[in-house]
T-cell receptor, first 114, second 110 residues
Framework: EAQVTQNPRYLITVTGKKLTVTCSQNMNHEYMSWYRQDPGLGLRQIYYSMNVEVTDKGDVPEGYKVSRKEKRNFPLILESPSPNQTSLYFC?????????????FGPGTRLTVL | GQNIDQPTEMTATEGAIVQINCTYQTSGFNGLFWYQQHAGEAPTFLSYNVLDGLEEKGRFSSFLSRSKGYSYLLLKELQMKDSASYLCAVKVHSNYQLIWGAGTKLIIKP
């Protein structure tokens, strides 16, 4: 089944404790992206990747890191999480970055930072 | 700056028709997407418009006017399962990012 998977789905952690949220897609997509979703603000892009070893900042990259060593995986790293990073996170992928390519979303990771 | 406006919430009756509007002001335009998002779930793709006019897909249609910076999503024969948030997103020319509206929560009443 073609899909985007994320792990963990739910995570409660404390300020400053490094964490990684994994994202994997099995559709051979070139483009991958991380979003956070907060009430009343809509989806905001954190980082995106056009292909392996090519990443760039989105609208809200501060406090996050990413890497794209393999085409299928695009982990999101929070080196020192803070309470303002409490949010719902989505990973998404599309065949390419071309305009007409729809994005497929993972199920989401609900993160709480205490 | 980049801005997308949608109504926060709308209510409609089962079996009726509802139109959800989206207006945008962006530095460029390379297409507009509509996604559906049920509570607690991931967004799923509904439609894509890049040229002016109406695109029909079953019970759902999407309209675009580039000169007015305006789009709408039309849902016909509403069903209870259509209760969800509807997200409007614009792809801007200058980069590959999507700019997202905050979404419209649609409540369907029997």
């Amino acid at each position: 089944e073609a899909q985007v998977t994320q792990n963990p789905r739910y995570l409660i952690t404390v300020t400053g404790k490094k964490l990684t949220v994994t994202c994997s897609q099995n559709m051979n997509h070139e483009y991958m992206s991380w979003y956070r979703q907060d009430p009343g603000l809509g989806l905001r892009q954190i980082y995106y990747s056009m292909n392996v070893e090519v990443t760039d900042k989105g609208d809200v990259p501060e406090g996050y890191k990413v890497s794209r060593k393999e085409k299928r995986n695009f982990p999101l790293i929070l080196e020192s999480p803070s309470p303002n990073q409490t949010s719902l996170y989505f990973c998404a992928s599309s065949l390419t970055a071309r305009s007409y390519n729809e994005q497929f979303f993972g199920p989401g990771t609900r993160l709480t930072v205490l | 700056g980049q801005n997308i406006d949608q109504p926060t919430e709308m209510t409609a009756t089962e079996g009726a028709i509802v139109q959800i509007n989206c207006t945008y002001q962006t530095s460029g335009f390379n297409g507009l997407f509509w996604y559906q998002q049920h509570a607690g779930e991931a967004p799923t793709f509904l439609s894509y418009n890049v040229l002016d006019g109406l695109e029909e897909k079953g019970r759902f249609s999407s309209f675009l006017s580039r000169s007015k910076g305006y789009s709408y999503l039309l849902l016909k024969e509403l069903q209870m399962k259509d209760s969800a948030s509807y997200l409007c997103a614009v792809k801007v020319h200058s980069n590959y990012q999507l700019i997202w509206g905050a979404g419209t929560k649609l409540i369907i009443k029997p």
